[in-house]
């Protein structure tokens, strides 16, 4: 009698122990956060306006491949829309002489992740599509971003949202010191 309970008890209590364990694989990822310092200005003109679209298909910032139809996502804490909308604030400011304005488009924003049993490959892509508008000139060019790296061990979030960022920190910067998006009224 004594031996059965403790057989009942030991098997409850592996599954409970198994369960617990299944729940804390399957929980749902983190959000990423991409933190990104304003853009410096080293052009003299400002814009007036900047305006961000996301024309993804999708919300989500990183996709982990686990086998040919199965993929783990994940998206971002912040929309990116509006990551990028804070890191160009410095470059806004409103002026009576002047009516420039970016139309920012996101047309790529990923990091695609591998992963075998002793090592993780990231793939960074981003695509912005940036249109200048002053009065009846017009000018619009693409800004892309692509990086790889590969380590021992597994991606954290930390990894991904670091090396994400940079990434974006440099388009954004090439954007911004971009002398050709700062179209003049007399040019």
């Given at each position: 009698?004594?031996?059965?309970?403790?057989?009942?008890?030991?098997?409850?209590?592996?599954?409970?122990?198994?369960?617990?364990?299944?729940?804390?694989?399957?929980?749902?990822?983190?959000?990423?956060?991409?933190?990104?310092?304003?853009?410096?200005?080293?052009?003299?003109?400002?814009?007036?306006?900047?305006?961000?679209?996301?024309?993804?298909?999708?919300s989500?910032?990183?996709?982990?491949?686990?086998?040919?139809?199965?993929?783990r996502?994940?998206?971002?804490?912040?929309?990116?829309?509006?990551?990028?909308?804070?890191?160009?604030?410095?470059?806004?400011?409103?002026?009576?002489?002047?009516?420039?304005?970016?139309?920012?488009?996101?047309?790529?924003?990923?990091?695609?992740?591998?992963?075998?049993?002793?090592?993780?490959?990231l793939?960074?892509?981003?695509?912005?599509?940036?249109?200048?508008?002053?009065?009846?000139?017009?000018?619009?060019?693409?800004?892309?971003?692509?990086?790889?790296?590969?380590?021992?061990?597994?991606?954290?979030?930390?990894?991904?949202?670091?090396?994400?960022?940079?990434?974006?920190?440099?388009?954004?910067?090439?954007?911004?010191?971009?002398?050709?998006?700062?179209?003049?009224?007399?040019?």
């Amino acid at each position: 009698m004594i031996g059965s309970v403790k057989a009942r008890l030991s098997s409850t209590l592996l599954i409970a122990l198994t369960s617990v364990l299944l729940s804390a694989c399957a929980s749902a990822p983190q959000p990423l956060i991409i933190n990104l310092n304003p853009v410096t200005n080293k052009l003299s003109q400002s814009v007036q306006q900047i305006t961000v679209n996301d024309q993804r298909s999708h919300s989500y910032l990183y996709r982990q491949l686990k086998s040919e139809d199965k993929a783990r996502f994940t998206a971002p804490s912040v929309p990116l829309r509006a990551t990028i909308e804070g890191a160009l604030q410095t470059l806004v400011k409103p002026t009576t002489n002047g009516n420039l304005q970016w139309i920012i488009t996101i047309e790529e924003a990923v990091v695609e992740g591998t992963s075998s049993a002793l090592k993780y490959q990231l793939k960074h892509e981003i695509e912005l599509r940036v249109t200048a508008i002053n009065n009846n000139r017009r000018y619009s060019n693409v800004y892309r971003g692509r990086a790889e790296s590969s380590a021992i061990g597994r991606a954290d979030e930390a990894v991904i949202e670091r090396e994400f960022a940079a990434l974006l920190a440099r388009v954004l910067t090439d954007i911004s010191n971009d002398p050709e998006l700062r179209i003049r009224d007399n040019e």
